[in-house]
């Protein structure tokens, strides 16, 4: 089982990236699947979740009205579209799958398996 995170990359402020997370080895369509950062000297936080079959959706609150999260049961991949970027959206971001989670994730500890992450840096 592998979670593949990719997107990541140098960008202005106010520009937008696009992450992806292709999941291999196993379907993960009964799975909340979520994406969590960590910037340098900082502590994990949660950035987004969705549900098994796309229909909710939760944010953290720096991040909300920004950030969008989306996924393809068919294609095994889940994204993340991040615009209006800032500075501080630099970290390296993972996703993350919860297995057989019907509902929504947002603390690290309700998944199961992780990416190995991709690195956002966003200049001012």
């Known amino acids: 089982v592998q979670l593949q995170a990719s997107g990541g990359g140098l960008v202005q402020a106010g520009g937008s990236l696009r992450l992806s997370c292709a999941a291999s080895?196993?379907?993960?369509?009964?799975?909340?699947m979520g994406w969590f950062r960590q910037a340098p000297g900082k502590e994990r936080e949660f950035v987004a979740t969705i549900s098994w079959g796309g229909v909710s959706t939760d944010y953290g609150d720096s991040v909300r009205g920004r950030f969008t999260i989306s996924r393809n049961n068919a294609k095994n991949t889940v994204y993340l579209q991040m615009d209006s970027l800032k500075p501080e959206d630099t970290a390296v971001y993972y996703c993350?799958?919860?297995?057989?989670?019907?509902?929504?994730?947002?603390?690290?500890?309700?998944?199961?398996?992780w990416g190995q992450g991709t690195l956002v840096t966003v200049s001012s």
């Open positions: 080895g196993r379907t993960f369509s009964n799975s909340a």
């Open positions: 993350a799958a919860a297995d057989e989670h019907y509902g929504l994730g947002s603390e690290a500890n309700e998944y199961d398996y």
